[in-house]
């Protein structure tokens, strides 16, 4: 990896909010460097003594990398607990014992008495040292002086993101569906979406030129924006997944007008690929090596980042467990400074024994090559998962009347169409229901089609949803089905169209068998709605 012949970030000094300039150094940060020297008395910080802390080893069982075959048949298991393990399909055999001492037992060894004591806010070093060889093997950064930071989380990654770089009163790009926690965590520093447009890959490169091109100060009320926020991989909700071009091109766009990107990948590793319907699907079994799956990735926007405009957010919550609460930075070094001076009067280093189990597991027990086979079992998991779900909607009509209706995406991913028969002649009703399977991520998102049904009559109870979307929301709710309503992941009040429903269904929880049995819920139901308001309409 020819790192050393790129060129440094542009100076992007210019996005920092004013909030963020205001931050200064700590004084304590002096004191640091002398921290790490050996031989020095340290009796200045309020370090309580290691001897102290109650715990004089943790420990856990680690998994084997290898648990998940690279297949999405499910393979045999025996041994107690079998019947869980069946359930997804991973081995008990191969676990072994993880332990963290109180103190190091060698050099370049984890310890409690380390990881549980106050230290700077970049974290444990072997893990810090982990998490950037992750970054450079899996990233490439088109740029030489990236640097990456630990966060507690994408969620916080994001807060810091908001803080740094946004005033009050500016607006941010999102998609026009989008997370909604991104959106309500931005919402009281008064920093609010303006939302592009999407098409199959995701945020669409044209309705971006469009907004920034002729954006008018006045009518919007708020300067052109030069943060970006935007889920490229298994978007949240839609779960499209944006290819390399895309990319160069939005880059490109915000080369032009200046804007950083920043870019929450949660579900990077989750890249499951084109749905191939039941009939047609062969199991294969993937060979196992970690550059083959690292290639076979698309590319993060940092790949195509040649100016340290990306601040790519990474966690650990869809990779090893959302309680871990750690992710990282991965941007230009002057954002991470004030990214980490944040953390400093904020999360401090995030928690230790996470930190410890996590940095014990990913740097002694597996290293970089297993962990990355590790994600590529995920992968083969969740796409098996994507697989039953879509196949169980597709299950819930007739054959005839659920079927890629010949109109594709523009990536080329066909649009499934589910269709209403009714009556003793079986009379084929328009189109109820319409999806693109989902390349990657962990949801399926729905359109259902209400045009055609009368209005919703006035109700008794003036508390009741008028609205068809939450009124088959509640009827899924009340049949024993929770789904997302998509009103929920608007990026503005002026996206839903009162025609149109979406709901968000994730597949990453739970047996198979769970996700075929709320899709027949979910097809049953649907269907009963439309037959209901009809017949009353009628
Ligand atoms: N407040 C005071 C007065 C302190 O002395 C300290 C720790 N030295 C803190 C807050 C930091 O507390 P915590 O480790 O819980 O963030
Ligand atoms: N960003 C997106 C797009 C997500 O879907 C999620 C989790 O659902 C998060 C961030 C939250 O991540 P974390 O657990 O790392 O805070």
């Known amino acids: 990896y020819a790192n050393e012949k790129l060129a440094d970030a542009v100076d992007l000094t210019h996005h920092l909010s004013e909030l963020s300039k205001r931050r200064k150094t700590s004084p304590l940060k002096g004191m640091q460097k002398y921290m790490t020297k050996p031989g020095t008395l340290m009796l200045a910080g309020g370090l309580p003594d290691p001897s102290y802390f109650p715990f004089a080893s943790i420990g856990g069982e680690a998994m084997a990398p290898d648990s998940y075959a690279l297949t999405t048949d499910k393979p045999s298991s025996s ?20 332990v963290i001492p109180r103190f190091p ?16 806010a970049t974290g444990v070093a072997l893990l810090q040292q982990f998490i950037h060889d992750f970054a450079e093997r899996v990233y490439q950064p088109g740029y030489k002086n990236w640097t990456t930071l630990i966060h507690v989380g994408n969620t916080d990654g994001w807060s810091r993101c908001v803080q740094t770089l946004c005033n009050p009163g500016e607006v941010i790009l999102t998609e026009e569906w989008t997370y909604p ?40 009320g708020a300067k052109r924006p030069h943060v970006m ?35 929450d990948d949660p579900y990077y590793f989750l890249q499951e690929g084109a749905y191939v319907p039941k009939a047609e699907r062969k199991s294969a079994t993937v060979q ?56 400093e009067t904020t999360t401090q280093r995030p928690c230790g024994f996470g930190q410890a189990l996590i940095g014990q597991l990913l740097t002694k027990q597996w290293g970089l090559d297993n962990y990355v086979r590790w994600l590529h079992g995920l992968q083969a998991q969740y796409t ?21 209706d ?42 259902v089609h209400f045009d055609g049904l009368p209005d919703v009559p006035p109700q008794d109870d003036p508390e009741a949803p008028r609205d068809h979307e939450t009124r088959l929301w509640v009827r899924f709710a009340e049949a024993g089905l929770l789904v997302a ?42 269907q009963a709605y439309f037959d209901d308001a009809l017949a009353r309409g009628a």
Not at 304 to 330: C, E, H, M, N, W
Request: net charge neutral; proline share 7%; glycine share 10%.
């Open 229 to 263: 926020y935007t889920v490229p991989v298994g978007q949240n909700p839609c779960g499209m997944t944006m290819g390399l071009q895309r990319k160069k091109e939005i880059y490109e766009i915000c080369v032009k007008y200046d804007v950083v990107i920043v870019e």
């Open 406 to 447: 010949g109109s594709y995406f523009a990536a080329g991913l066909p649009v499934y169409s589910c269709f209403l028969q009714r009556g003793a002649r079986k009379k084929q009703l328009g189109r109820v229901l319409s999806f693109v399977a989902p390349t990657s991520g962990m949801f399926v998102w729905v359109t």
């Open 105 to 120: 037992t060698g050099p370049n060894e984890l310890s409690l008495a380390d990881s549980l004591q106050y230290g700077p």
């Open 288 to 343: 196992d090596t970690q550059d083959g799956f690292i290639k076979s990735l698309v590319p993060s926007y940092l790949k195509v980042d040649y100016q340290g405009r990306v601040v790519r957010l990474d966690t650990f919550s869809k990779t090893i467990a959302p309680g871990s609460r750690l992710g990282f930075f991965t941007c230009n070094p002057v954002f991470a400074e004030r990214f980490e001076r944040q953390g």
């Open 384 to 404: 098996a998962r994507r697989d039953a779900l879509v196949d169980g909607i597709l299950e819930g009509f007739d054959s005839s009347l659920s079927y890629s």
């Open 79 to 98: 041994g107690p607990l079998s019947w869980l393990w069946n359930i997804f399909g991973a081995s008990k055999d191969k676990t072994t014992p993880i």
């Open 485 to 526: 309503p998509g009103a929920f992941f608007a990026s503005t009040p002026a996206i839903p169209r009162a025609d149109r429903g979406h709901y968000r269904i994730a597949f990453s929880m739970g047996p198979h068998e769970t996700l075929k049995k709320g899709m027949g819920i979910f097809t049953k139901q649907l």
């Open 181 to 220: 926690s991104a959106v309500a965590l931005a919402a009281p520093y008064e920093v609010t979406p303006v939302p592009v447009g999407m098409d199959a890959e995701g945020m669409s490169a044209s309705s971006l030129e469009d907004v920034l091109a002729n954006w008018d100060e006045a009518a919007r």
